[in-house]
């Protein structure tokens, strides 16, 4: 079974410019999630989709992410412009759809804004 | 507000058991998820606790205290991979879908 998978591995982008990162989630797996974890702070929470609706996007830092999910399949994660406060590795996670269920995770995308 | 606290780093040595920490301060209480990540990959799932009590998995033991707020992991027979990042995460008193995670404890295992 395909784990889930995220490119790129490694961005590194300037100031101002705009990034996008994509996740492939477990295939039949309903509940998507975007998490980011800066250097030196815990991983944190940016949003949650099932199938192709947003359930909780409290976590996104502001209104230059933009997360998709087309189809209820994969889902990119969209940053523009970046700021360097974005830096970080950002992990996708999915679920099949049970509470209490553990999280599989993508091996995350380092992203670096000059 | 929730908080989750774990040591930063500890070491241990190869064949030993080494027991790691995880305090946690939440409104409601749904539960207590521990996670390893070694250095570049992907954190994988190692334990699910929400009653009070020890479960034991192979050479890794999860216990969970409710009452304390309290949590470790136990790993015995340690060996070398298990040198990684072990992270605790609770799920939020308001969306038990997102999780709340402490900052890690990196695990060193010398020979």
């Known amino acids: 079974e395909a784990g889930v998978t995220q490119f790129p591995s490694h961005s590194v982008i300037e100031k101002g410019q705009t990034v996008t990162l994509r996740c492939d989630p477990i295939?039949?797996?309903?509940?998507l999630y975007w998490y980011r974890r800066v250097m030196g702070k815990e991983i944190k929470f940016l949003l949650h989709?099932?199938?192709?609706?947003?359930?909780?996007e409290s976590g996104m830092p502001n209104n230059r992410f933009l997360a998709e999910r087309t189809g209820g399949t994969y889902s990119t994660l969209k940053v523009q412009p970046a700021e360097l406060e974005d830096s970080g590795v950002y992990f996708c996670?999915?679920?099949?759809?049970?509470?209490?269920?553990?999280?599989?995770f993508g091996s995350g995308t380092q992203l670096s804004v000059l | 507000g929730q908080n989750i606290d774990q040591p930063t780093e500890m070491t241990a040595t190869e064949g030993a058991i080494v027991q790691i920490n995880c305090t946690y301060q939440?409104?409601?209480?749904?539960?207590l998820f521990w996670y390893q990540q070694h250095a570049g990959e992907a954190p994988t799932f190692l334990s699910y606790?929400?009653l009070d009590g020890l479960e034991e998995k192979g050479r890794f033991s999860s216990f969970l205290s409710r009452s304390k707020g309290y949590s470790y992991l136990l790993l015995k027979e340690l060996q070398m991979k298990d040198s990684a990042s072990y992270l605790c995460?609770?799920?939020?008193?308001?969306?038990?879908?997102?999780?709340?995670w402490g900052l890690g404890t990196s695990l060193a295992v010398n020979p």
């Open positions: 996670a999915s679920s099949p759809g049970v509470f209490g269920e553990k999280l599989f």
């Open positions: 295939s039949g797996h309903d509940n």
């Open positions: 989709f099932v199938k192709e609706s947003k359930q909780d």
């Open positions: 939440t409104s409601g209480f749904n539960g």
């Open positions: 606790n929400v």
């Open positions: 995460a609770v799920p939020n008193a308001g969306n038990n879908r997102k999780l709340i």
